[in-house]
């Protein structure tokens, strides 16, 4: 699982759960995975991109120092922060770990590099 | 766009895993036949529902390689690494996530969703007998993979459902169906949901009239017009 997914994923669906987001992220094992380097795209994504959970996700990878803890203004203009961010949501492939419910603990998962997501039916 | 290598997957995968067939074909096809659109849409955030073998969203990622992220899911867990296998083999940039429809991403996100659901008009009963097992054997989790209940549509009218929830602003599902879903009943029902659905391509093939339908939000200028009509018609 790549870091970028991570900034997708929300346990919302588990009943009773108001925002479920960002998920406690633990990284037992991963691997990094050179990846074409796209200025343009990593822009274009921004917008969509949960700036506190790129942060947390950083900490987590042991990659705060290249990571402001807020989104700067110009992250546009910096190449070199895009570059960063390429790196961290890119070429970080998390294989075995876990995500967890900030709100109900409910723990799901990392296998060999995919997550398990599946509620029960008496979850949602 | 280039059809991904299979050669990969065994007839042993298969047996757990939907094996690529027509309706797999015509989606690639209808996203082959739309890629000037695609290129005007610039998708950030692509996603595959019950991605199976993984040679759609494979095909489509190494298309869009390093202008898009894509995502594949699938309630099988044999299906994802499936997926995660045909990606690799591949070279494609996919994610695979285990879980149901898209209920694990963050609402309006997606920009580009595609869905081959289970179409084939089954019991309901058919389907409530069957319990989907964590070490699947032999043909009991791929019944979800093809089994649709009443009409075909028992997954594929929950998606529909949400589909305010999961599509970005700008963004465009393309959905397999058969006759029998009766697409015109669908297109109908989207257009009270404020969404604008054609059907982008079809192809007969023995024993089955399969549809892609194509399927975006109405802008508002649009809506303006299709409620008049609506008003008027009524």
Redesign the interface.
Same mark, same amino acid.
């Given at each position: 699982m790549k870091l970028s997914t991570y900034n997708f994923l929300t346990s919302m669906a588990i009943k009773g759960v108001k925002v479920g987001y960002p998920l406690k992220l633990t990284i037992n094992k991963k691997d990094v995975i050179e990846s074409e380097f796209n200025p343009v795209f990593i822009e274009r994504l921004l917008p969509k991109l949960d700036w506190s959970a790129v942060y947390s996700a950083a900490q987590v990878a042991e990659l705060a120092d290249d990571i402001p803890a807020a989104q700067p203004d110009n992250v546009a203009e910096d190449e070199q922060l895009l570059q960063r961010l390429h790196h961290l949501l890119f070429e970080i492939d998390v294989l075995e770990g876990q995500l967890e419910c900030p709100e109900t603990g409910r723990v799901f998962p990392i296998t060999d590099g995919i997550p398990n997501m599946l509620l029960n039916e008496d979850e949602v | 766009m280039e059809t991904p290598h299979t050669e990969h997957l065994s007839s042993a995968d298969y047996e757990h895993v939907y094996e690529p067939a027509e309706d797999s074909f015509l989606l690639l096809d209808a996203l082959e036949a739309d890629l000037e659109f695609l290129d005007t849409l610039?998708p =950030?955030?692509c996603l595959e529902i019950g991605s199976g073998s993984g040679v759609i969203i494979t095909a489509l990622a190494k298309r869009l390689?390093?202008?898009?992220?894509c995502?594949a899911t699938d309630?099988n867990?044999k299906a994802? %690494?499936a997926t995660?296998r045909t990606a690799i083999r591949n070279e494609a940039?996919v994610? @695979?996530? *285990? =879980?149901?429809l898209t %209920?694990?991403? *963050?609402?309006r996100?997606i920009d580009l969703l595609l869905f081959n659901p289970p179409y084939v008009v089954t019991s309901d009963e058919e389907l409530q007998t069957q319990q989907l097992t964590e070490h699947p054997a032999t043909e009991r989790n791929l019944v979800f993979s093809w089994a649709g209940g009443t009409d075909g549509r028992r997954v594929t009218d929950i998606l529909l459902e949400q589909l305010d929830d999961i599509l @970005?602003p700008s963004g465009v599902l393309y959905l397999l169906l058969l006759q029998e879903n009766k697409p015109d009943e669908i297109i109908e029902q989207l257009r009270r949901q404020k969404f604008e659905a054609v059907k982008y391509m079809e192809r007969r093939i023995p024993g089955e009239h399969l549809y892609i339908l194509k399927v975006k939000r109405l802008t508002n200028q649009k809506l303006t017009l299709s409620l008049a009509c609506y008003w008027f018609g009524s």
């Open positions: - | 610039q =950030c955030l390689a390093n202008t898009a992220h995502l309630i867990p994802c %690494e995660k940039r994610d @695979s996530l *285990r =879980c149901n %209920e694990a991403v *963050r609402r996100c @970005s």
